[in-house]
């Protein structure tokens, strides 16, 4: 099951398993953006999921159930920062794109990836 819940100006969904307990959770708070995209963004500083209930589509879920809210609530852009390599696979087949990255040994290492809801 998942939960909806907005404190604060943070928006964000719980996954909760029979029992009620959290297994995963997702967070988004709004960021004005400028040119050359005009609009507001949430940024998703937080999602996660346990280890032993991961790969069951549970992040895939939270994740899409954080883009419906941004539509309903005329949000153009999710934007999100990762430090580690599953994340940043994780949220590519997640359709995000790269927005910025830095190079590291010759390969790009992303920091930042946006989607369009």
């Not at 009620?20 to 609009?39: D, K, Q, S, W």
């Amino acid at each position: 099951m998942i939960v909806d819940e907005n404190k604060d100006g943070i928006f964000g969904f719980t996954a909760v398993d029979n029992d009620e307990n959290i297994i995963g959770f997702v967070t988004a708070c709004l960021r004005e953006i400028g040119e050359p995209i005009e609009g507001a963004q949430w940024l998703v500083p937080y999602l996660f999921v346990d280890k032993e209930h991961r790969r069951k589509g549970i992040g895939s879920a939270l994740l899409n159930e954080i883009c419906v809210k941004a539509r309903e609530k005329n949000i153009i852009q999710l934007g999100s920062f990762w430090l580690d390599e599953d994340a940043v696979n994780f949220m590519y087949s997640n359709n995000f794109s790269l927005c910025t990255g830095y190079i590291y040994a010759g390969n790009v290492k992303p920091i930042s990836a946006a989607i369009r809801v």
